[in-house]
């Protein structure tokens, strides 16, 4: 038990942060479909957000490799913040797909701490 520090608890917060999220975007739904139901998004963007929730679902398992690494104080190398990096990508590309029209300000929000969240566990890796 010693060996769970700080960088190991963050690594548990950012690995879940980021697979509740990436789950929410693969299984959202689509609007009402009907015949007189307005497609608000086009198709591309649709797959845009399930592809961005499928890598970071990756990322997180990912994160939570790195999480038992570090936990077990195995030799293994891993490119810790390189996937910290990637998560805070997939972040930025959440906030902007929340500040286009209509707006969604509780999800930038929430995008924003998922930036940081990954930020910061970049900051912690060699």
């Given at each position: 038990?010693?060996?769970?520090?700080?960088?190991?608890?963050?690594?548990?917060?950012?690995?879940?942060?980021?697979?509740?999220?990436?789950?929410?975007?693969?299984?959202?739904?689509?609007?009402?479909?009907?015949?007189?139901?307005?497609?608000?998004?086009?198709?591309?963007?649709?797959?845009?957000?399930?592809?961005?929730?499928?890598l970071?679902?990756?990322?997180?398992?990912?994160?939570a490799?790195?999480?038992?690494?570090?936990?077990l104080?195995?030799?293994?190398?891993?490119?810790?913040?390189?996937?910290?990096?990637?998560?805070?990508?997939?972040?930025?590309?959440?906030a902007?797909e929340?500040?286009?029209?209509?707006?969604?300000?509780?999800?930038?929000?929430?995008?924003?701490?998922?930036?940081a969240?990954?930020?910061?566990?970049?900051?912690?890796?060699?």
């Open positions: 038990m010693d060996r769970i520090g700080w960088d190991v608890v963050l690594a548990v917060v950012v690995a879940a942060w980021f697979a509740v999220t990436g789950l929410v975007e693969l299984f959202s739904r689509t609007p009402a479909a009907g015949r007189r139901a307005a497609d608000a998004e086009p198709g591309w963007v649709r797959v845009g957000r399930r592809v961005r929730g499928a970071e679902v990756i990322g997180a398992a990912a994160v490799a790195g999480a038992v690494i570090g936990a104080g195995l030799r293994v190398p891993f490119p810790g913040r390189a996937v910290g990096l990637g998560l805070a990508a997939l972040a930025l590309w959440g902007a929340s500040v286009r029209p209509p707006s969604r300000w509780v999800r930038v929000l929430l995008a924003a701490l998922g930036f969240l990954a930020v910061f566990y970049a900051g912690f890796r060699e």
